[in-house]
């Protein structure tokens, strides 16, 4: 059976069939190079496509980066007077099939005798993820029981919208679908602080969620579904591609900002012409394009704008969407095919959420999250399995701990912790402000008092730690309401040198199934475009089909029920008679080893 995808050139595939095969040497591939606009994970991931699979010199290809380091919104670094800062972290599953295929082929930073994938897998293997503590209430004590706590009818209702089509979602918001009692559940306090919802995103996204991760349902409510790197993923992931990279002699262009990409646009075809560029001084350092000058577009960025404070200075919140949302914006004008940047980054106050990453600096604070962790925060395991969220937070305030040290050269006392609000409007518990007003001090002891630090102590813990706060206003922009067209295939109709990565690319399997807002969709965007503009013989593999599969379906329910047989609403002559046609077969076997029966 073929895969039905949006683009004829690309070929989708499950199994190991192609994804273990070396890929040939696409014809005419000498005389082709490359031009890589931005270094976020899918550029990077571009990158090493084109020299692993589509045999490109290294040399041939050429990285253009507004910033002065790599990585896009893959960061973590260590802020000169200031202390360690991520603006966010990335949640992994086990079936991310592009990623993984990818760093399997990577030396690992942290030992270089494994790959990316196998110290990944090793680090996971040996210190398996968990939580002990998923919502706390009433400062610091544990609030949730391991459970969804649905009940019959909202969980059906969950089970009636995933069945909904796409169309009927589009430019929908959650709360246009959800009942007022799913939206006050204990499932969707799971949900939307785990994956960033906000209430008024896009149905559509939430539904591809759903789907896309039905077989992870069971390890939500203590996030046992979720894996992590050792170190910060600036570290773990951006670094071996990076070096991959160089090695094959890849070059890096930093300062260079792109304003726009030129086409010659015709019903026959549509040829990328001229990158418009400059550099940190104003010069032009335009581009011109041939039919063989391919272009790997990032257009749009959830961390542009990307406000810094520090502990005495609140993170400003610049509104003004540029960089990579202009560059977009002057791009769509050229064809309706590629895109409509206004419909994410118009309306911050509903894509903004602000982040804090806190050091703690000796072992008071600490002995704090032990009490709600269960787990001492040192000696380089697993301390939150994931994120905490108050559930009384004015500012729905989640906070992690991932294995330390986090960061190389991170001093043993030292405990560095993430902390979130999706709520950065609205005044906070103990400090009467909203979070976007805060200096990384109040930020602190608004956590402290939710940790269940002494009121009285509060402010004495707080001198003990340090933090940078980072304001957002396009973090959730990918998850604004949508519909077909408003983002540009990753490879537009009769594109001939030139494709879109990232967020804001619309992947060419029919129907897209992955999800955004993780570095797998950016991965994937990545794998496309080089496989569809340079003729890469092998297949690209699908989205994990667990929505098709019964045995992932019928697990979803039993847990989203929590073990609950399903009350359905037939007659009782109705239900015998399908339990003796269903009797001696398969799927009478199936019906009881997942609790339906």
């Known amino acids: 059976m073929k895969l039905k995808t949006f683009d004829n050139r690309l070929k989708l595939t499950n199994g190991t069939y192609h994804s273990l095969v070396n890929a040939r040497k696409p014809k005419g591939i000498e005389d082709k190079k490359a031009y890589l606009i931005g270094t976020g994970i899918g550029a990077l991931a571009a990158g090493c496509f084109l020299i692993r699979d589509a045999h490109m010199a290294g040399e041939k290809i050429t990285f253009l980066e507004q910033l002065d380091i790599p990585g896009g919104s893959l960061d973590g670094a260590v802020r000169q007077n200031a202390g360690y800062v991520a603006r966010g972290g990335r949640e992994m599953g086990h079936y991310f099939e592009v990623l993984w295929n990818l760093f399997s082929s990577l030396p690992s930073t942290e030992d270089p005798s494994m790959t990316v994938?196998?110290?990944?897998?090793?680090?996971?293997?040996?210190?398996?993820n968990s939580s002990n503590c998923r919502i706390t209430k009433n400062r610091g004590e544990r609030y949730d029981n391991g459970k969804f706590n649905l009940g019959q009818e909202l969980a059906m209702e969950l089970a009636t919208f995933v069945m909904m089509s796409d169309e009927s979602l589009e430019n929908k918001?959650?709360?246009?679908?959800f009942s007022e009692e799913l939206l006050n559940s204990d499932f969707w306090t799971y949900w939307r602080t785990m994956f960033a919802f906000e209430n008024w995103h896009s149905a559509l996204e939430m539904k591809l969620?759903?789907?896309?991760?039905?077989?992870?349902?069971?390890?939500?409510?203590?996030?046992?579904?979720l894996q992590f790197s050792r170190h910060d993923q600036y570290t773990s992931f951006v670094k071996p591609m990076v070096k991959y990279l160089e090695d094959h002699g890849a070059k890096f262009e930093y300062g260079i900002t792109v304003d726009n990409v030129e086409f010659s646009i015709t019903e026959e075809k549509k040829v990328a012409k001229k990158i418009v560029a400059r550099d940190k001084a104003g010069n032009d350092v335009s581009i011109n394009l041939t039919e063989n000058d391919l272009v790997f577009i990032t257009n749009g960025s959830m961390t542009e704008g990307s406000g810094y404070g520090d502990d005495n200075t609140p993170a400003p919140f610049n509104k003004e969407a540029g960089g990579c949302w202009t560059l977009w914006r002057n791009i769509a004008e050229q064809s309706d095919e590629f895109g409509r940047p206004d419909k994410f980054c118009t309306d911050p106050e509903k894509s903004n959420w602000e982040s804090c990453t806190v050091t703690c600096h000796d072992e008071?604070?600490?002995?704090?999250?032990?009490?709600?962790?269960?787990?001492?925060?040192?000696?380089?395991?697993t301390v939150t399995g994931g994120i905490v969220t108050a559930l009384d937070s004015s500012w729905l305030m989640s906070w992690t701990i991932n294995r330390q040290e986090q960061y190389y050269g991170q001093p043993e006392k030292d405990v560095v912790v993430w902390v979130y609000g999706?709520?950065?409007?609205?005044?906070?518990?103990?400090?009467k402000k909203p979070m976007r007003d805060c200096t990384g001090k109040e930020i602190t002891k608004e956590w402290l008092y939710h940790i269940g630090v002494p009121v009285e102590e509060i402010e004495e813990l707080a001198k003990s730690c340090t933090a940078v706060p980072v304001m957002m206003p396009f973090i959730t922009s990918q998850f604004m309401p949508?519909?077909?067209?408003?983002?540009?295939?990753?490879?537009p109709k009769n594109a001939v040198n030139f494709a879109f990565l990232g967020q804001f690319?619309?992947?060419?399997?029919?129907?897209?199934?992955?999800?955004?807002?993780?570095?797998?969709?950016s991965g994937r965007t990545a794998m496309e475009a080089v496989y569809v503009l340079t003729g890469v013989e092998k297949g690209v593999p699908e989205v994990y089909a667990s929505r098709y599969d019964i045995r992932y379906l019928l697990n979803a329910g039993k847990c989203l029920l929590d073990g609950e047989k399903p009350e359905i609403n037939i007659s009782p002559m109705?239900?015998?008679?399908?339990?003796?046609?269903?009797?001696?077969?398969?799927?009478?076997?199936?019906?009881?080893?997942?609790?339906?029966i």
């Not at 994938?117 to 398996?128: G, M």
């Not at 999706?422 to 400090?431: A, Q, R, W």
């Not at 008679?577 to 009797?583: E, F, G």
């Open 117 to 128: 994938l196998d110290y990944f897998y090793y680090t996971n293997y040996d210190d398996p």
């Open 173 to 177: 918001t959650i709360e246009d679908i």
């Open 209 to 225: 969620y759903m789907n896309r991760f039905i077989h992870h349902v069971g390890g939500l409510p203590d996030l046992s579904a």
């Open 364 to 381: 008071r604070v600490p002995e704090y999250i032990e009490k709600i962790t269960k787990r001492s925060p040192y000696g380089g395991r």
């Open 422 to 431: 999706l709520f950065s409007d609205t005044p906070g518990d103990y400090i």
């Open 482 to 491: 949508r519909e077909s067209g408003d983002r540009p295939y990753v490879v």
């Open 505 to 521: 690319a619309e992947t060419l399997d029919d129907p897209g199934r992955d999800t955004v807002f993780t570095i797998e969709y």
């Open 574 to 596: 109705m239900k015998q008679m399908i339990l003796q046609k269903a009797a001696g077969t398969e799927i009478e076997i199936l019906l009881k080893e997942y609790g339906i």
